[in-house]
């Protein structure tokens, strides 16, 4: 069993940045690979990013490649979401999850679920 908390969210304005965490349970946190999901208003929830168990290696959308940017810290069982240069488009409640097997793309196929934190850019 994992549990996940995101914090960090807020109001920022566009080109600003924002660092959320989630913060996990339970001593099998480094088993799992962990994803950053989104959803705005009235949209279906969206991959953002996702980073394998050990951090090596780390995925991003397009429409966040260069601006974003995935970390974990398996001895403090987080996982972080550094966020520059935010757009309006980029406002929505932010997710973090954990997957031991399957296709990160997909958020169905994800184990474990954070409440969500809401990120909003103000124009």
């Known amino acids: 069993q994992v549990q996940l908390v995101e914090s960090g969210g807020g109001l920022v304005q566009a080109g600003g940045s924002l660092r959320l965490s989630c913060a996990a349970s339970?001593?099998?946190?480094?088993?799992?690979?962990m994803g950053w999901f989104r959803q705005a208003p009235g949209k279906e929830r969206e991959f953002v990013t996702a980073?394998?168990?050990?951090?090596?290696?780390?995925y991003y959308a397009d429409s966040v490649k260069g601006r974003f940017t995935i970390s974990r810290d398996n001895a403090k069982n987080a996982v972080y979401l550094q966020m520059n240069s935010l757009k309006p488009e980029d406002t929505a409640v932010y997710y973090c999850?954990?997957?031991?097997?399957?296709?990160?793309?997909?958020?169905?196929?994800?184990?474990?679920w954070g409440q969500g934190t809401q990120v909003t850019v103000s124009s």
């Open positions: 999850a954990a997957i031991r097997s399957g296709n990160i793309y997909r958020p169905l196929e994800y184990d474990y």
């Open positions: 339970g001593r099998t946190f480094s088993s799992y690979a």
């Open positions: 980073i394998t168990r050990s951090g090596a290696s780390t």
